[in-house]
């Protein structure tokens, strides 16, 4: 009788999860699709020479000084129709330029022109620069480029950083893309100059996954949605028929993890970027809250509510038991990996009030870091592994980083409420959400480690909740 019983719960609780995911599945829109591959190739002028990134890194945040780069037009061998613009090859070369300008302003290293205001060089000056063009226009590096149609409609971008004082070739590199990926052609010159110039990784050519929200105040409706770094490209994955929070990449770019109120308690999905489908993380009644990878992509954390007390647990990504990290009255959250895997920061209220504390990865030697007087709130580990950005609340909400010891806090954002820090691929900048104290609106910001730097990001609705993803492969 205890068998059948057993089997009978069993099969109730299949039936569940099944028709939870099927209702799930009829949330989501189109496949994302990712496009074509980017093609490295050699360009006009190569001689196979190999060249690395200039030795350094930027480590000091207050005295770097901004480096002058021109940026003009991209020029083209022929003026050819393209699918990548109405008008031609020779106003896409314009258009390159304008996002490698945008993409290398406002990040506290570069101060560079764009094309709009600067000559336009022609096609056989690319490999070859007309010198006495740019040394009075106080610019220390010129970039030049150049896009050509092929035959196969694909096009080809070539890009070359120079220096503008000692007359020299810094760097070249091309790419074939198809006309629908000219934006990751753009993107990877950024990159090229970025990591050329600073020695650091660079974090151009990557998305964002976010919480996009529309609606009444009492009503949002929240979707789960993608865009390029720079806010282009912007698309819906989920249709809003459950509510969607707290998007993150996997390690390997090719999954996004979200939580999911499809049947009113938040479920933990997984979605699978390259063939539109999805699945549950968990098989379970309990609400499941906080995903987060693992470093090496084979662990998903995640938080799990059973009888009132919310403790952090970890689940292998092909499925399998739960292992329980934490286990102390009160709601432990927000766990987030050190870079080397070894380590997790989350917050808990264990104390009294949300603190942030940090256990070895198998939740032995906790021990609280935040003792500032304020609370802290949804820790991200930095990339480089030195600090870890949280939510510091102190009356307002702001963004702030401290070191893994709970040491050197810095504020880098006075807005009313901002909040949910991520960091760039190369741990230099952050993104977070920032809410009007008037009317409620949520939109998508970023700030570098000085403080000194931000910049709205534009996406068509309200937004919240951001997660960056590593540089696409």
Sequence with gaps: MKTKIFVTLIAGLMATSASITTAQNQDLGEPLGEGGEVEDIAIEGDDGEELGPLRGTVTDESDWQDLGIAIPSFATDADRPTPANSDGTAALGREIARVITANLRNNGLFKPTGPDSLPEPRFQQITAPSWSSWTGRGAEMLVHGYVRARGDDRLVVGCYLYDVALQDELIREGWVVRPADWRRAAHKCSDLIYARLTGESPFFDSRIAYIAETGPKDNRVKRLAVMDSDGANHRFLTLGSATALTPRYSPDYSKILYLSYVDGNPRIYVYDIGSGQQTLVTENQNPTLAPRWSPDGRHILYSMAVAGNTDIYRVPVTGGRSERLTNTPGIDIGGSYSPDGRRIVFESDRSGTQQCYIMDADGSNQRRITF??????????????????????????????????????RVLTNGWQDEAPTWAP?????????????????????????????RRLPTPVDASDPAWGPIRP
């Design 372 to 409: 500032f007087g304020g609370r802290c709130a949804t820790p991200e580990w930095s990339p480089r592994g030195d600090q870890i950005a949280f939510t510091r609340i102190a009356g307002d909400f702001n963004v702030a980083v401290m070191t893994p010891s709970g040491g050197s806090l």
């Design 426 to 454: 190369n741990g230099r900048i952050i993104q977070f959400f920032r809410t009007t104290r008037d009317a409620g609106r949520s939109s998508l910001w970023q700030v570098d480690l000085t403080g000194r730097n931000e």
